[in-house]
Nanobody, 127 residues
Framework: QLQLVESGGGAVQTGGSLRLSCESSGLTFWRYCMAWFRRAPGQEREEVAIIDSGGSIKYADSVKGRFTISQDKDKITLFLHMNNLKVEDTAMYYC?????????????????????WGQGTEVTVSS
């Protein structure tokens, strides 16, 4: 099991920026798919961004052009750079890992494929 811990959330005004981080307790995710999900108040959890073992990336339409998913060179930390934040971005943000056995993870993947989840970091955007 991969332990994931998110950080970097907080309160920001509309148009502001935040950088979320997801740390994997020193274990590399070199062959995994890594993702950010979010759950807004009263809504279902939704996919925000996914990066696979080869570096391919998929973004939700609602965040394209504003959010950037990335990872450090050692693939121990996952990041989500969030720019031009909107009120509708207010949510709990979760880091997740898809760890297929014996293979490298590649897009496409779905929410049900993810094996490990962090506890979340809260983002609140105010107008």
């Amino acid at each position: 099991q991969l332990q994931l811990v998110e950080s970097g959330g907080g309160a920001v005004q509309t148009g502001g920026s935040l950088r979320l981080s997801c740390e994997s307790s020193g274990l590399t995710f070199w062959r995994y798919c890594m993702a950010w999900f979010r759950r807004a108040p009263g809504q279902e959890r939704e996919e925000v961004a996914i990066i696979d073992s080869g570096g391919s990336i998929k973004y939700a339409d609602s965040v394209k052009g504003r959010f950037t998913i990335s990872q450090d060179k050692d693939k121990i930390t996952l990041f989500l750079h969030m720019n031009n934040l909107k009120v509708e971005d207010t949510a709990m943000y979760y880091c997740a890992a898809d760890r297929p056995t014996g293979t490298w993870c590649h897009l496409p993947v779905s929410e049900g494929d993810f094996d490990d989840w962090g506890q979340g970091t809260e983002v609140t955007v105010s107008s």
